[in-house]
């Protein structure tokens, strides 16, 4: 069963536009992943946030944690036709081992 | 290293067949998951080996779906008899437990049952 849900399900932007993406889950997490997905392709790894951190960044990439409302969201600064993709967050449970369960996931196009 | 590696990249095949996927996981990592992706219902986990034992298999959809991991680089998820709505993209991914949770995927397989 999924866990997240992801908001919006669609975002259209113009290049250079910020691009923020918002998941919520429902049970207790060890931690919570955002990976991209090009059409076609497999699954690439983004950004992890533990359950014990608020926000981290990576290049132009914001995440936060809010884990009183069980949602994160992932910000992406200055974005590139080259971001258009789908996004997803995964969260891995607490005493899960490495098991993740991913959400629906938000697919974003980046207009020039 | 190459990366998950997935074999075939497509399939196309009968409702009724026998369908194996495969995978080779990264060196090294002990973890492996096989996902299946649909439009209506999105990524969903399989089944998830740790150390090549499997972990949960709670995911699998009914007896059709097997899967195996006779060792630390090689799991097969195979489907007996396919039917049309197994049609789906199945990826697997590994990562290497107690190092981070970072899951690595492969291009995923393809999968047509007509």
């Known amino acids: 069963s999924q866990q997240g849900e992801e908001d919006p399900q669609a975002l259209s932007i113009q290049e250079g536009e910020n691009a923020t993406m918002n998941c919520s889950y429902k049970t207790s997490i060890n931690n919570l992943q955002w990976y991209r997905q090009n059409s076609g392709r497999g699954l690439v790894h983004l950004i992890l946030i533990r359950s014990n951190e608020r926000e981290k960044h990576s290049g132009r990439l914001r995440v936060t944690l809010d884990t009183s409302k069980k949602s994160s969201s992932l910000l992406i600064t200055a974005s590139r036709a080259a971001d258009t993709a789908s996004y997803f967050c995964?969260?891995?449970?607490?005493?899960?081992?490495?098991?993740?369960?991913f959400g629906t996931g938000t697919q974003l196009k980046v207009e020039l | 290293d190459a990366g998950v590696i997935q074999s075939p990249r497509h399939e196309v095949t009968e409702m009724g067949q026998e369908v194996t996927l495969r995978c080779k996981p990264i060196s090294g990592h002990n973890s492996l998951f096989w996902y299946r992706q649909t439009m209506m219902r999105g990524l969903e986990l399989l089944i998830y080996?740790?150390?090549?034992?499997?972990?949960?298999d709670s995911g699998m959809p009914e007896d059709r779906f097997s899967a195996k991991m006779p060792n630390a680089s090689f799991s097969t998820l195979k489907i007996q008899p396919s039917e049309p709505r197994d049609s789906a993209v199945y990826f697997c991914?590994?990562?290497?437990?107690?190092?981070?949770?970072?899951?690595?995927f492969g291009q995923g397989t393809r999968l047509t049952v007509v």
């Open positions: 080996f740790n150390n090549n034992v499997p972990i949960d």
């Open positions: 991914a590994s990562s290497l437990n107690g190092m981070g949770p970072e899951a690595f």
């Open positions: 995964a969260t891995g449970a607490t005493g899960g081992g490495n098991k993740l369960t």
